[in-house]
């Protein structure tokens, strides 16, 4: 059974750090996309960032490039978010997803995922 979990969310202040997780099972995600998406209240969910399924290469949105950081660990079937500067307006659920197709090339439709993790709430207030 695929199955995403993530973790490392809380509530952090402006200009902090978080790193999020999202620890795979049910399958070995060597070869497949893992992607990061947000949902802020009000909003629709968008996509962050994400490490392609082909060359592990990534890609991040350009209102958190420089900030976020995603990082694959095949070793650990796991893949990370590193969320630098925080800001208010990054407060949001956080999930990760796999679009579950071999060498996959991080698509950025929120319909190409088919396997999404419970998502886990980061929120950056003083």
């Known amino acids: 059974q695929v199955q995403l979990v993530e973790s490392g969310g809380g509530l952090v202040q402006p200009g902090e750090s978080l790193r999020l997780s999202c620890a795979a099972s049910?399958?070995?995600?060597?070869?497949?996309?893992i992607a990061w998406f947000r949902e802020a209240p009000g909003k629709e969910r968008e996509w962050v960032s994400c490490?392609?399924?082909?060359?592990?290469?990534?890609y991040t949105a350009d209102s958190v490039r420089g900030r976020f950081f995603i990082s694959r660990y095949n070793s650990h079937n796991t893949v990370y978010l590193q969320m630098n500067s925080l800001k208010p307006e990054d407060t949001a659920v956080y999930y990760c997803?796999?679009?579950?197709?071999?060498?996959?090339?991080?698509?950025?439709?929120?319909?190409?995922?088919?396997?999404w993790g419970q998502g886990t709430q980061v929120t950056v207030s003083s």
């Open positions: 997803a796999t679009d579950f197709t071999q060498w996959s090339t991080c698509p950025r439709e929120l319909r190409s995922y088919t396997h």
């Open positions: 049910g399958f070995t995600l060597t070869s497949y996309t």
């Open positions: 490490t392609d399924g082909r060359s592990s290469y990534s």
